[in-house]
């Protein structure tokens, strides 16, 4: 079938593959290194809570066959080293099923995590990097041309990220409507980035400037994406572009990345006067066609979910309309907030609290904490912690699952919930006691830079967690974990509350913008 095969864009599906495994990569290793804390067996949202309470069908995965900590880290890992070998080009040297198969166990695998990861797995990217590498499962590889009807679904995907980001924006927030979003997001978004402090002093026209570029990115731009050739490449390169802005100015984890390779999707190497494989690939085989075909229609009817969200005025964002999350709507930052307010954790050793005891405070890796520190560059990695903590400031509700079992292993200085932290005032003998406070952040201007050399500033409002020791945790049903290595404090008189719940089920909260 010539309308089938697209060999001109051979670059591009090798660019796409490469990329989606990096993401994966990516996905796997952060999964790997925090699910201890976050979801294993001791960790604030045990997964094995979770699978009593929830059945298969509402979340499929591995692990409703078999939990243990030790199979969760030999399923991430796996994750992560397949994902190395598809980035190094295993996917081109294996035969086409073996391809399809190896794509297949990837998304697999992370659909499995992702389906067990309660509000930590509840970003808009997950469901993001499930749909695109499903979709990956159908790029074929080297001993066949590129499909063209997969690549129009990574288009059609693409134009669901970018619009519904917009839509969501013009239906929502007064201040994108008026351009002036821009000038509180750079300092409220979840986690800003190291030039985050530069993008929020730009002059106030060039704020407008951006929101209005923002929205024909995100309305104007997306329409390209679905047009013929060359509109549809250069459209996937604004894509590029402001994607590549978003990156520069906050961490979003791999939602940037992820987007910008989907984007390459659509563009073709030739009209951009880029190098064009000139071989002569074979046609594909008869079943890979049928394949191809069946998914295209698969998607066409699990379209129509996203595009009535899309159509209506009570659009919702990043939802997921099955458990497999394929074809989801997207979108983010429908409001802005105009003030930041940050939950600061802190310990003391002292075995009685007084108006006199000293407070030392726990450090986040990309969390605002210290107002001397520079935000840093995460992303494309995760930092799931620090994200929940962001909303956590926004309202206690967000937090109520986790912080108490997260000030539980803070007590017991747990190794693997210390190891998501980026310092720990306590590094000897747990602490006696923890505490939170809600404080309003701003950025410093120019002058209070020079003079103070700080980045924040911060005005203490009220407490957010009165102080607390094991044994008040303990009548309120949490405990620290009970691991070999958290048995640095008494545990006498710690007990579960029956019944007491591991929280809600999975949702999305709101993810960073297009």
């Keep these: 079938m010539d309308w089938f095969a697209a060999p001109e864009y051979w670059p591009s599906r090798v660019l796409v593959q490469r990329l989606l495994a990096a993401v994966y990569f990516t996905g796997f290793l952060a999964a790997a290194a925090q699910f201890r804390a976050l979801i294993g067996t001791d960790g604030m949202l045990p997964v094995p809570r979770f699978t009593a309470r929830v059945p298969f069908r509402r979340a499929p995965g591995l692990f409703h066959l078999h939990y243990s900590d030790r199979f969760f880290a030999a399923v991430a890992w796996t994750g992560a080293v397949l994902s190395a070998a598809l980035v190094c080009g295993l996917g081109d040297a294996a035969p086409l099923w073996a391809s399809m198969l190896l794509w297949a166990l990837l998304w697999v695998l992370y659909l499995s995590i992702v389906n067990v990861g309660q509000t930590w797995y509840s970003f808009g990217w997950e469901s993001l990097l499930l749909e695109a590498g499903f979709l990956a499962v159908f790029l074929g590889n080297a001993d066949t041309a590129p499909p063209a009807p997969t690549l129009w679904l990574m288009r059609w995907l693409v134009f669901r990220v970018e619009f519904g980001a917009g839509l969501i924006k013009l239906r929502g927030d007064s201040c994108w409507r008026d351009l002036t979003c821009l000038r509180y997001h750079h300092e409220t978004q979840p986690m800003p980035g190291p030039l985050s402090w530069f993008f929020h002093h730009l002059p106030a026209p060039l704020h407008r400037i951006e929101v209005a570029a923002n929205h024909v990115a995100q309305l104007l731009v997306p329409v390209g994406l679905l047009l013929p050739q060359p509109v549809a490449g250069y459209a996937a390169c604004v894509v590029v572009v402001t994607q590549l802005w978003l990156v520069a100015s906050g961490n979003f984890a791999w939602l940037n990345w992820l987007t910008i390779t989907l984007a390459l999707a659509a563009v073709d190497p030739a009209r951009l006067g880029l190098p064009v494989h000139h071989g002569s690939p074979a ?20 379209s129509y979910w996203p595009v009535r969200n899309m159509l209506s005025r009570g659009q919702v964002m990043n939802r997921s309309f099955n458990h497999l999350h394929l074809v989801n709507t997207y979108g983010a930052f429908g409001s802005v907030n105009r003030i930041r307010q940050e939950v600061v954790v802190e310990g003391t050793d002292e075995p009685t609290v007084t108006p006199q005891t000293v407070w030392h405070e726990y450090g986040f890796k990309g969390k605002p904490g210290d107002v001397r520190r520079l935000p840093r560059q995460y992303a494309p990695y995760h930092l799931r912690l620090d994200w929940l903590m962001w909303f956590a400031g926004l309202s206690p509700a967000y937090a109520r699952p986790w912080f108490l079992p997260f ?8 190794p693997d919930t210390l190891r998501l932290l980026r310092h720990n005032p306590f590094p000897d003998t747990p602490p006696t006691h923890v505490r939170a406070t809600l404080h309003h952040y701003r950025f410093t201007d120019w002058r209070e830079l020079r003079e103070t050399g700080a980045w924040w500033h911060r005005t203490a409002l009220h407490e957010y967690l009165e102080p607390v020791g094991l044994d008040t945790l303990a009548r309120a049903g949490h405990r620290p974990p009970l691991g070999r290595r958290a048995r640095t404090v008494p545990l006498d008189g710690l007990r579960r509350r029956p019944g007491h719940p591991p929280g809600p089920a999975p949702h999305h909260p709101p993810g960073p913008p297009g």
């Design 283 to 302: 046609g594909a085989p008869v079943w890979f066609e049928a394949l191809v075909i069946a998914l295209t229609a698969l998607v066409a009817v699990l």
């Design 407 to 414: 000030v539980a292993r803070l007590l017991a200085n747990d």
